[in-house]
């Protein structure tokens, strides 16, 4: 059941995002002076009361991403990285990773890039922090509109169908189980326009 | 009918317009947000004639397909009519 929307809360972007790291002076040196996000805010805290042993005492830093939003690191003093925190190899580890919006084509400036990459709605760069963990700068292409979001949910929705089934192996098979979701959605709007 | 179908969004656009171009589809007047490109047996549509870059190519019938996929890669899409269930013929 899907509640009301003013049943929800009412988010207003992103405030932070944050994640763990073991190499202070070089992230300090990428953020900072590389990408040029300022130093806006540092918390160093005795272990938020905790007992020696429970969790580590700590520095907790951000650097300004615009537009209100902060990217975060924890540093823990004196602990080293617990194996299940490196970042993974491969593509789909690559999938945990922050986008930061530009307003101007995508530029590499010194740091090592992939080629500009054009999505449906954006245009990307991609390339990794110090601590290997993926970072991406696009430009919106163009609004998203509710043509965009009528699509989307008849993509979900056959995907849904085809997860609950427990047999999907490629994407072949969404592209068709969708035509019934899109039939429908055509049948919709026919009928909302004769209403 | 055969066919597939292609969300009214700019970067999509481009397909229809080489569907049209490939002479073996008809291009059915927009429906909701989406048009049906329709073929009567197989449709070959080449990359370079819908300037599409790969990311948008690879996707490019998130639309929605009736037919199934012969070929597919970076510079040719082949699709053809078929009559087989959608998870295969061992399926459902």
Redesign the interface.
């Known amino acids: 059941m899907i509640k009301p929307l003013e049943l929800h809360p009412k988010l207003h972007g992103v405030d932070h995002t944050a994640r763990p790291t073991w190499k202070l002076r070089e992230t300090v040196h990428f953020y900072r002076d590389i990408l040029g996000l300022p130093l806006v805010h540092c918390i160093s805290a005795k272990g938020w009361g905790r007992e020696k042993g429970k969790h580590a005492d700590f520095l907790h830093f951000f650097f300004d991403s615009g537009n209100e939003s902060t990217i975060a690191f924890f540093y823990y003093v004196g602990t080293e990285q617990p194996p299940e925190l490196a970042v993974p190899k491969g593509y789909m580890a690559m999938a945990n990773h922050t986008a930061w919006r530009v307003t101007s084509e995508p530029e590499s400036h010194g740091v090592n890039v992939s080629q500009l990459?054009?999505?449906?709605?954006i245009e990307s760069i991609y390339f990794r922090d110090p601590n290997w963990y993926p970072l991406e700068i696009t430009r919106s292409?163009?609004d998203v509109g509710?043509?965009?979001a009528?699509?989307a949910a008849?993509?979900i929705e056959a995907a849904m169908e085809l997860e609950a089934?427990g047999?999907?192996t490629d994407i072949?098979?969404l592209?068709?189980?969708?035509?019934k979701?899109?039939q429908a959605?055509?049948?919709?709007?026919?009928e909302n326009t004769l209403a | 009918m055969s066919g597939?179908?292609v969300?009214?969004?700019?970067?999509f656009s481009s397909l229809v317009d080489a569907a049209r171009k490939s002479g073996h589809c008809k291009v059915h007047p927009k429906?909701?947000?989406?048009q049906f490109v329709e073929f009567e047996n197989e449709v070959e549509i080449l990359r370079r004639d819908t300037q599409m870059?790969e990311?948008?190519w690879y996707?490019c019938?998130?639309?929605?397909?009736?037919?199934?996929?012969a070929h597919f890669d970076s510079d040719r899409l082949k699709l053809v009519a078929t009559n087989e269930p959608?998870?295969g013929l061992d399926?459902n």
């Not at chain 1, 592209?175 to 035509?179: E, F, G, I, L, T």
């Not at chain 2, 969300?7 to 970067?11: K, S």
């Not at chain 2, 429906?31 to 989406?34: E, F, L, M, Q, V």
């Open positions: 990459v054009q999505h449906e709605v292409l163009r509710e043509p965009d009528v699509d008849a993509t089934c047999r999907w072949e098979q592209w068709r189980n969708k035509v979701f899109v959605s055509q049948a919709q709007a026919q | 597939f179908y969300l009214n969004v700019p970067e429906r909701g947000h989406y870059k990311a948008i996707g019938l998130t639309g929605g397909l009736d037919g199934k996929i959608i998870l399926g």
